[in-house]
């Protein structure tokens, strides 16, 4: 599964169809200057394109302008936004991951800056991905989806051990259910995979580092990755696999089922570093496990680094972005469904943990309130969330960069050779 479709092979259609359109009549992303028309709102197909639909529909009949929503399968639709993004069929109003997928519009000259008076309806840490140069561009329209640990709650007490708070604690685990006979970390390493190894560079440079670091190296400085913390994370990498920590198979292992959730459930591995939607591929493969012996704890602090413990990492969530080709003020009142009320408890209703800050009221909805008050308290705590490196790298550099970590996970680079390898991807 490559480092796009996993966000969204939980919940996206098996469509064959490349678009659908679902709703209202608008005009092909007319390039009208007019500040009030028809405006096209292109999104992913996925569950929560029903709360989308009614929020078109409710503001439709409000008069206020016309939404036509349009509806693309997943496997197109950023070719297809690309495409039409450089002809003058723009969309006006369009869905995506954030980060470094919005630079080139932006440098384009292709989206409008957004009103700042949008930010208070949204948890802060959510909105660093929607921002280019500082200027707010996109807003978000989905539910967060960070990174954490999961564990198998009946092995830690059988072992009488408690989930890791710092590192000394995790690298004790690691011994105590080796000795157990018991994988410490499910890890996915197969050559599709790296995108899960990902997740253990990200923490370990942000716990020892912080997150200025990966800022720098986004904003453009790629001279960062010589930071004294990337090659101590390269090290700890090594150090962890050659402990035994993710077993001596990871590198056939799948995620999901049959693979890495499997594992877990079947008491094979006492943990996994994962992002929220392994909640759902659990209640899908083992629901008894998922409601009764799943836990779920923060990734632990690093002693002695600069990074804050409440940071997070992961896909703070997706974004409405609006283009210079939309009757602007259509468009930007319709950014306004996106906290709704009746938006909110859509996406709560869908298993989704909204970034908004009137959610909370709503969580206890949710199908299991306690897993989607952590997510959003983890969230809602954390001074920095940092998007998922390759997603806010973009393809041209993140897909190296996947290639050289999963190197160093299968021990076929040193830690010294994958900092100067990382360096020389962008020359």
């Known amino acids: 599964m490559n480092s796009v479709s996993r966000r969204w092979f939980l919940t996206a259609t098996a469509a064959t169809t490349l678009s659908v359109t679902v709703a209202g009549c608008g005009s ?22 029903t709360v989308q639909k009614a929020a078109v529909d409710t503001f439709n ?3 206020k302008g016309k939404v036509s929503m349009t509806v693309i399968a997943t496997d197109g639709y950023k070719d297809k936004l690309r495409t039409a993004m450089g002809s003058a069929k723009m969309p006006g109003v369009f869905f995506s991951w954030g980060g470094g997928s919005l630079n080139d519009y932006v440098t384009a000259g292709k989206l409008v800056t957004l009103d700042t008076a949008l930010e208070s ?13 500082g200027k707010l561009v996109a807003i978000p329209c989905r539910g967060t989806q960070p990174v954490f640990l999961f564990y198998n709650k009946k092995l830690f ?160 969530t997706n974004y409405l972005s609006v283009t210079t080709s939309a009757a602007k003020q259509t468009a930007t009142d319709f950014l ?6 009746s938006y909110v408890q859509g996406l709560v209703e869908k298993g989704e943990v909204p970034v908004t800050s009137n959610a909370a009221q709503y969580l206890t909805k949710a199908a299991d309130p306690a897993y ?13 969330f940092t998007q998922s490196w390759d997603q806010a790298l973009g393809l041209t550099l993140g897909t ?23 360096l020389a991807i962008k020359k």
């Open 157 to 316: 007490a059988d072992a009488g051990v408690e989930p890791p708070t710092t590192y000394a604690e995790l690298q004790n685990l690691v011994k105590v259910f080796k000795g157990k006979g018991i994988t410490p970390f499910a890890l996915a390493g197969n050559a599709s995979s790296s995108w899960t190894e990902l997740m253990w560079v990200e923490y370990l440079v942000d716990r020892l580092a912080g997150p200025k670091l990966f800022d720098k190296i986004q904003g453009g400085d790629w001279s960062q990755w010589k930071d004294p913390a990337v090659l101590k994370t390269a090290q700890m990498i090594k150090e962890l696999v050659d402990s035994g920590a993710f077993g001596k198979k990871f590198g056939s292992v799948n995620y999901g089922a049959g693979g890495t959730s499997t594992l877990l459930n079947k008491g094979k591995a006492a943990m996994v570093l994962m992002g929220s939607w392994e909640y759902a591929t659990q209640l899908a493969e083992a629901p008894d496990f998922a409601k009764n012996g799943l836990g779920y704890v923060a990734f632990p602090s690093v002693e002695g680094g600069k990074g804050d413990a409440a940071n997070v990492v992961g896909n703070p």
């Open 336 to 341: 306004q469904t996106t906290y709704s009320d």
């Open 121 to 133: 309806h949204f948890l802060p840490s959510a909105l660093a991905a929607g921002k280019v140069g």
């Open 372 to 384: 989607a008050k952590f997510q959003y308290d983890l969230v809602q705590k954390a001074p920095s």
């Open 28 to 49: 092909s992303g007319s390039s009208t200057s007019s500040p009030t028309g028809n405006v096209d709102f292109w999104t992913l197909q996925d569950p929560t394109n």
């Open 61 to 63: 009949s409000a008069g």
């Open 400 to 422: 190296p960069l996947l290639t050289e970590i999963q190197k160093l996970f299968n021990g076929q680079s040193s830690p010294e050779q994958f900092v100067s390898a990382v």
